[in-house]
């Protein structure tokens, strides 16, 4: 039997003696190349190796991902493989548009009123257009509005309300858009960004005994390592 010791980047053959078959005969020690044993113990885990190798070899690039995002939303979180992020972007942008839709409807419909309202002759009803007829109050009469100043007031100020939301809402959609490119080329550049060592938080008791001048103090204590 052959047992081979290491010491120092050095390989020394020890031998025992090992009977044979018949029982007189020894087998003879075997020797070892201590250079093939060194680059043996060298040698990566092959099971492993494989897997890491595949995984250091993806590393976005910031630049890509800017562009990708710009052509289309959400295209650089793809790219990123930050695939939990999808429905942030798309839901961001979906309530932005119906905001954008709605306000705009409502505008368009205030708008309609309000012009048509100006325009009506008193003397022919069979012309008045039903743009402003369905702001009317179900019951009154609606010749006492063509003259009514407050209703006109009703129909601008709505007219100019979400005309204002409106643009607002557009102006938070394309704000989305750049803040999705802008978290593109952030999640790329912070990929690889190790932020493991060492960040804890602990919590302990802190017992503070008592002096002349203070009593006995109990409480606890938090510590962040970072």
């Known amino acids: 039997m052959t047992f081979v010791a290491v010491s120092g980047g050095l390989t020394f053959p020890v031998c025992a003696q090992e009977t ?16 093939q044993t060194g680059v043996f113990l060298r040698q990566p885990d092959t099971l492993r190796w494989p897997e890491m190798k595949d995984v250091s070899l993806f590393r976005p690039n ?20 930050k695939y939990w992020k ?22 368009q419909d ?14 022919n009803p ?10 009317v109050p179900a019951g009154r009469e609606p010749a006492s509005y063509l003259t009514d100043a407050n209703f006109k007031s009703r129909l601008k100020n709505g007219r ?16 989305w858009y750049f803040i999705c490119m802008a978290d593109a080329y952030v999640d790329a550049q912070l990929f ?12 302990e008791p802190v017992v503070s005994p008592a002096t002349r001048y203070t009593a006995s103090l109990y409480g606890v204590s938090c510590h962040i390592n970072f």
């Open 20 to 35: 044979g078959v018949a029982g007189n005969d020894t087998v003879p020690p075997v020797p070892v190349d201590s250079m």
């Open 160 to 175: 100019d309300f979400y005309r204002r939301y409106r643009d607002l809402s557009i102006i938070l959609t394309v704000g």
């Open 62 to 81: 910031s630049r890509r991902a800017v562009i990708y995002s710009a052509i289309f939303p959400g295209l650089g979180q793809i790219y990123n493989r």
């Open 86 to 107: 999808l429905p942030l972007v798309y839901g961001g942008y979906m309530g932005f548009i119906y905001a954008v839709t709605w306000n705009n409807k409502n505008y």
């Open 192 to 203: 690889d960004f190790d932020i493991t060592p060492d960040l804890s938080l602990r919590i």
């Open 110 to 123: 205030y708008s309609r009123a309000y012009f048509d309202l100006a325009g009506e002759d008193p003397n």
């Open 126 to 135: 069979d012309s008045w257009h039903d743009s402003w007829l369905s702001f």
